[in-house]
């Protein structure tokens, strides 16, 4: 704004200095003054003249620097409502692909049969296809899309149909990503939330070390305006995607779920809506000398257990070592989890793994320990405060 000011000062100037130019100048003091004194109604009309096309001119700048907010206000508006329009116009398309694909792979959730590599890399074109059709649709949209994608591209490069450890079956696979497919078209019928007021707020792109080495830094973004996909760990959308794919326990669905952002946020806060605590990060205290050892939790499941002393409530944990470059878990032993693994989440001192029911290892890279439910609520309940403590910490 004070450029522009500055500007039109300068404006007014040239324009006035333009202006006495273009009038003769008489050549002496005196024959001004015999100018005057015989025409003095001609020097009146010049000076009203003068501040006539002077109070003109500023009208204009003041005009035009009191109107460039409510311009900039109305491009502003405009915008937003195209963009709305857009989001509302590709949710409805996103809809009726959503409900079309759902359809067409409805009948295979009746039977349990092994997947095809084939029927992956289709699933996945789908939803290649998908994913660039909801590239301009609400953020709940896009978000529920992109992690279904991901989720199927990291399933379609571990998975191996003849290696009985590797497959999945049809049923739990397609009623994954059915329930999904639902998801994406309950939002797509949403009203698209409107922003609280069109503000925008400049971000920097570069952090403050390095920006006055560039040319530019700051960039505008809406204030009240969230648009694509939403990448934080703890955001809402991921903990909602992540409780549906744990209710199938399938290893390669939670790894290739869980590697997306590599986070133990949603499941510590699936574990805190159970009133469950256990690790989500176990990390060994003496690491190799070239890597560290840990398992991440990316699943558990409740189930009850009979036997000649009654039923117990057993929640199984299910870990697994998620580096895509070194495989662990076959060159440990029971003993060595249970003595050499600690709690990497909040460093609680009251986590025992020989509490531990039964640890199973897996040939994926994947252990399982069984716990009574009645330890690791207890555990909930002692390290509560932690535990919230933490989450807060991970939402900024």
């Known amino acids: 704004m004070k450029k522009l000011f500055i500007s039109f000062l300068i404006l007014i ?6 202006k006495q130019v273009q009038e003769p100048i008489p050549e002496t003091r005196e024959e001004l003054l015999v100018e005057i004194k015989s025409n003095p109604a001609s020097l009146l009309d010049s000076i009203l003249k003068y501040t006539k096309e002077i109070v003109t001119i500023i009208g204009l700048a003041a005009a035009i620097a009191l109107g460039y907010p409510a311009l900039r206000k109305k491009l502003i508006e405009d915008h937003v409502k195209k963009i709305i329009d857009e989001i509302q116009s590709s949710n409805k398309e996103i809809k009726v692909l959503c409900q079309s694909l759902s359809d067409k792979h409805l009948s295979r959730t009746y039977k349990s049969e092994i997947l095809s590599i084939h029927d992956i890399q289709q699933t996945y074109n789908e939803l290649d296809d998908l994913h660039k059709k909801a590239l301009n649709a609400s953020q709940e949209v896009l978000t529920f899309t992109f992690l279904l994608k991901r989720t199927v591209q990291g399933i379609l490069r ?25 998801e994406i078209a309950f939002f797509a019928t949403k009203i698209v939330n409107i922003p609280a007021s069109p503000k925008t707020v400049r971000i920097k792109y570069l952090t403050r070390v390095i920006e006055k080495y560039v040319t530019y830094n700051k960039y505008k973004k809406f204030k009240y305006f969230e648009q694509g996909v939403d990448y934080h760990v703890a955001s809402p959308l991921l903990l909602s995607f992540y409780g549906r794919l744990c209710n199938y326990h399938n290893i390669i669905i939670l790894r290739a779920a869980y590697k997306i952002f590599k986070s133990p946020a949603p499941i510590i806060r699936l574990l805190y809506l159970n009133g469950f605590y256990f690790p989500p990060v176990l990390k060994k205290k003496e690491p190799s000398l070239f890597f560290p050892m840990s398992f991440h939790l990316i699943g558990f499941k409740r189930q009850t257990q009979y036997g000649e002393k009654g039923e117990k409530e057993i929640v199984s944990l299910i870990y697994a070592n998620i580096s895509e470059m070194v495989n662990f878990t076959k060159s440990i032993k029971k003993e060595e989890i249970e003595n050499e693994f600690v709690d990497d989440y909040i460093s609680s001192k009251d986590v025992d793994i020989k509490k531990a029911i039964k640890i199973d290892f897996g040939n994926l890279e994947n252990v399982t320990i069984d716990f009574e439910r009645s330890y690791i609520k207890d555990l ?3 390290n509560k405060r932690l535990i919230k403590d933490k989450m807060l910490k991970e939402i900024h």
């Open 158 to 182: 571990s998975y191996d149909p003849k290696n009985h450890a590797y497959r999945i079956f049809s049923d739990e696979f397609y009623g994954f990503y059915i329930q999904v497919l639902y």
């Open 13 to 18: 100037v040239i324009l006035i200095g333009c």
């Open 380 to 382: 909930f309940k002692k």
